[in-house]
């Protein structure tokens, strides 16, 4: 058996190195990116006096469907929460959200949606409608793709796809002329200073976790090693782990708080192993991690490969048990709330396995994670993808629509929406 170290190293998932070749899935026309607004910017600046005045929005979200093999196809959706206007002096900014400029309490988003995106002698040139101040326009955003499309992250070895945009817009064009009535200061005078010509810089940074981001190292080890071990002998190793005084094993005898930082490495081993079409595999790691782990998602996993093998009674049984299990996470006191671990790697197996072609388990999956999360509009979003891959155009409607009604500034539901009947 390993040392505990090194055995520790090789189920957690840590270093970043190359992906194997035979890890690579069949990838979707249609690539999904979310627009990483710690990585991305909207900024504005417009003649005021003698001087501009700069701002930017603090608060967007964004999603882009990107075709590599037909750019054209590619679209966007953004959408801007008007109240984070920040042009650094609080009262300027508290004055752009009263009715006097932007009246965010009416209308509090600003949203873009792309129709066609079309070439230039110079990049791209998104046409679509851009609502603003309840004013809609038909806008032309010119778009430069950096770096030749998407490349992958040296670090997160997700899929990275940046870019740029600059354009001019008439703030009169949408009714946002300017007034008095919340601050007496801004006269007649000042007002006739501020130009109506606005400049936009836009840079966006969209991010994919895909397959290949999910094989690092250590999962390629732990492959490597069932398949010339087996799966018994894996488990058995495994097993010993668990029980050793290394990893926190309590005196009562039950496995101690650093065990289940082991459950990550596994889950991605058993989405390697179903990938490379190793199912039977799959389904008896997964089996033997519910009884290891005992975690709700151990189950799903267990759920989701089962479906794979065909077993949909036994699928059934495991999912009800993930549903039962599952409670939420207690109330963050976090200052800056992260994504719920859980959840986003429960909708990365669904990901993974609607972009290695096992739509009908990527289906089971989705649903149960409605059930778990039948307030998030996400996982409704997911529901909807899968359900369009599998030809089912009408649910999948119905589950973007429910996305929307849960939350109408879901741009993944919109993007995905509109899919339905164009080409994907």
Known sequence: MLPAGILARSLIVGAILP????????RPALEEYVVDAGHSIVEFSIPFAFTRVKGRFTEWTGTMLYDRANPSNSSVSAVIDAKSIDTGWPHRDDHLRTSDFFDVERYPKIIFQSDRLRSTPTGWMADGRLTMHG???NVSLPIQILAEGPQRSPESRNLLLDGTSELRLARKDFGITGGSQY????????????????????????????????????????VSRLKEKGVAAYVDRLRQARDSADHGRTIAGTPGPAWPVYFSGQ???VRALANDGRIPDAVALAEAMTSLF??????????????LSGKE?????????????????PPSAEKFKQVD??????NQLVQGALESGQRQAAVHVARVLTEIYPTWARAFVTLGQTLAAEGDTRGAGEAYATALKLDPDETRAM???RRLHTPR
């Open 19 to 26: 992906i194997a070749a035979g890890a690579q899935a069949r």
């Open 135 to 137: 004013v809609t326009k």
């Open 183 to 222: 601050n007496s200061w801004f006269t007649a005078a000042r007002a006739a200073t501020m130009g109506d010509s606005v400049s936009i810089s836009i840079e966006v940074e969209g991010w994919l976790p895909d397959v290949a981001s999910q094989r690092p190292p250590g999962v390629e080890g732990n």
């Open 267 to 269: 889950d991605l081993t």
């Open 294 to 307: 005992g975690s709700w998602r151990s189950y799903l996993l267990h759920g989701y490969t089962l479906a």
């Open 313 to 329: 009674r036994e699928a059934s049984a495991a999912f009800a048990r993930a549903k039962a299990l599952y409670k939420p996470p």
């Open 341 to 346: 671990d859980d959840w986003w790697q429960a």
């Open 415 to 417: 993007e995905w929406r």
